[in-house]
């Protein structure tokens, strides 16, 4: 079992930053792709970005140059580094783990972003 822990949520004003990090514990060693998603109520969950074990990236057009992925490995830590925060980034971010059984969770960290 892999275990995730977000931390860094908060509230901001528009045009504000915060940094979101995610360490990773447990059965760790089949980890590949982790990545941050985000969900407000009512919608679906959706894809922000992703980062290979190499480190690759991709991004959501919704915050493509703007957010940030990166991660460490030796620490299996990912962080969501989020620039120019705009009110509609108001939601729930969720950590994800890929191995190759299945996609672990974090539990979430509330982001909200007055304007």
């Known amino acids: 079992q892999v275990q995730l822990v977000e931390s860094g949520g908060g509230l901001v004003q528009a045009g504000g930053s915060l940094n979101l990090s995610c360490a990773a514990s447990?059965?760790?060693?089949?980890?590949?792709?982790m990545g941050w998603s985000r969900e407000v109520p009512g919608s679906q969950r959706e894809l922000v970005a992703d980062?290979?074990?190499?480190?690759?990236?991709s991004y959501a057009n919704s915050v493509q140059g703007r957010f940030t992925i990166s991660r460490d490995n030796a620490k299996n830590t990912v962080f969501l580094l989020m620039n120019s925060l705009k009110p509609e980034d108001t939601a729930v971010y969720y950590c994800?783990?890929?191995?190759?059984?299945?996609?672990?969770w974090g539990q979430g960290t509330q982001v909200t972003v007055s304007s």
């Open positions: 994800n783990a890929d191995d190759p059984y299945r996609t672990h």
């Open positions: 447990g059965n760790i060693n089949r980890i590949n792709d």
């Open positions: 980062i290979t074990r190499s480190g690759r990236t």
